[in-house]
């Protein structure tokens, strides 16, 4: 049950309640005609009516590129100076709950044994507020994957639109709690009337349980389901930046040989450099095999290794592939 | 902040030229805790890295039993290793590690040993070899079956000779078809065919292989023919990485990731792997 509302007027008020303690409010706004994820400091930057953002939120914990350590050649040593990570403390209004519940497996991987602080920090510093979906589109598949509007994994606050443009709130987690309680001044006592929820539909014959033993299954390996598949993917990598469990990257240097830094960038799996030993050997050497390695991660290597999910369903994906490729297609091949 | 990405400097001490493109640096940590105090298990690997052109994953190719140093082998083929080629001594590297897990020799106390190795594959090896020599009492006869493309691709070569002279050791020497030269006194064939003729009885004998992959699927299979039991036969896989820790995603093997649970398998582990290495 919510416990607070957030007026539509008072929106605004809680953007320069953040802002106003030196915090980042980022928020869908429009840009390029497009609904982004982006640093708002207005209300009406918001984007009014939105069915989820181009990009995912993760790049405000995982940046497309940082530099994590920097460095200058002299003489008779080099001067190597790890850099402090930029925390600022943010707030994520207008998450969805798929995009949320991807939260889970992104804290696994990065504090893995090996605790990458460049993450931690930024999401320790991080309120992630969710606004359940009052629209949806066919790409929508969150409930095929055991989420739904209704979802609060990765929430730290779940709002719901209400009828009068506002918002019901309720703080779900510590973090949440004193969010809420540190702005008290804006959110309201009281109740008010929430829109209705857009679920989407189940993807037909999708089924976790099956896809799940299916992969576990070595045999299916070398099914040439995988090359009817994925034959037609051109490598593009468009579905790995924008879908919000992907965490693959890189570590190049840039500069001169004299000075420069070193930076942690995002890769991409299905990227056929991306496995290529220098000897010119490529484990992943085809297309469908890094397809199937992409899916692999979502459905096997997620759920069994870091006990989360990694495919929420939100549906990016299936937007931004200029081939076309589905992956609920692929979800529902292995489901039979 | 602990920067888990942040390498250790190293200054380079000696170079050797083991065979065309193919170095090695002996390498001693500038900070002199490290230099004294730096601790790894054989078959771990690191990360290297040439300032401004990055960082390149191999295994520490000396013994633990050798203090006071670490020693690499590299062949030049990418930009890192390109960057690392024009290194002179006195220079500075980057060096992160040791990650991964390692050989398990203490268990085989007692037990003879066969080192199956290809080319730029004696690195990993060579430092599994110099750890049981050093503690040689501990260990039955040691067999080394060691081949390259050509008599040239042949690295360590002061030290095959050393090997090839040591008491209760066999070394065994080949390369493929058409790499031999006139004086070559060693085998011409392949690694895994010459293995076959060459290796000891599977009896109370462990295997350690490694070389290009296609070489490790073919040894794999002929030890197993020969009667070495799976769980008596190791590798290490060296894919490539960028993180070494777990996170960037690219050595996984299936649902594997060499960098974490390898880079040292037995052949039983391997089998229920992906054929995907």
Known sequence: MADKILKKEDLAKLIASVTGKGGRFVAPTTAARQIVFKK??????????YILARNSFKEFLFPQTEVIAEFTVCKDTVDMRGVEVEAPETVVF??????????AGMRALFTWDFVDEFFTKRDDNTVVITVGCTKGDEACFCTSVNLSPESTEGADVYMRETEDGGYAVQALTDKGKKFVAAHAAVFSEGSAKARA????EKVPGVDLKKISERLKDKSHYDNPVWKKLAMKCIG???CTFVCPTCRCFDITDEGTAFEGERRK?????QYDSFTLHASGHNPREHQPQRWRNRFMCKFNFYPEKFNSKGCVGCGRCIRVCPVRLDITDVMQEFSK | MNNIYLPQLVTIEEIRDEAPDV???KLVFKDPRLREGFDFKTGQF???SAFGLGESTFCIASSPTKKGYIQCTFRRSGRVTGGLSQLSVGDTMGFRGPYGNSFPIEEWKGKNIVFVAGGIGLPPVRSVIWNVLDNKADYGNITIVYGAKTVADLVYKDELKAWDEMDGVTLVQTVDPGGE??????KVGFVPTVLEEAAPAAANTVAVTCGPPIMIKFVLNALLKLGFDENSVYTTLENKMKCGVGKCGRCNVGDVYVCKEGPVYTAAEIKRMYNDF
């Open chain 1, 40 to 49: 708002v400091s207005k209300a009406e930057e918001i984007a009014p009516d």
């Open chain 1, 94 to 103: 207008g998450a969805r709950p798929c995009e949320a519940a991807s939260l």
């Open chain 1, 197 to 200: 929820l857009f679920m989407p």
């Open chain 1, 236 to 238: 593009c990598g468009a």
């Open chain 1, 265 to 269: 960038n995002w890769d991409s799996c």
């Open chain 2, 23 to 25: 170095r090695s640096f």
């Open chain 2, 46 to 48: 690191a990360l290297y």
């Open chain 2, 181 to 186: 030269t006139p004086d070559w006194k060693g």
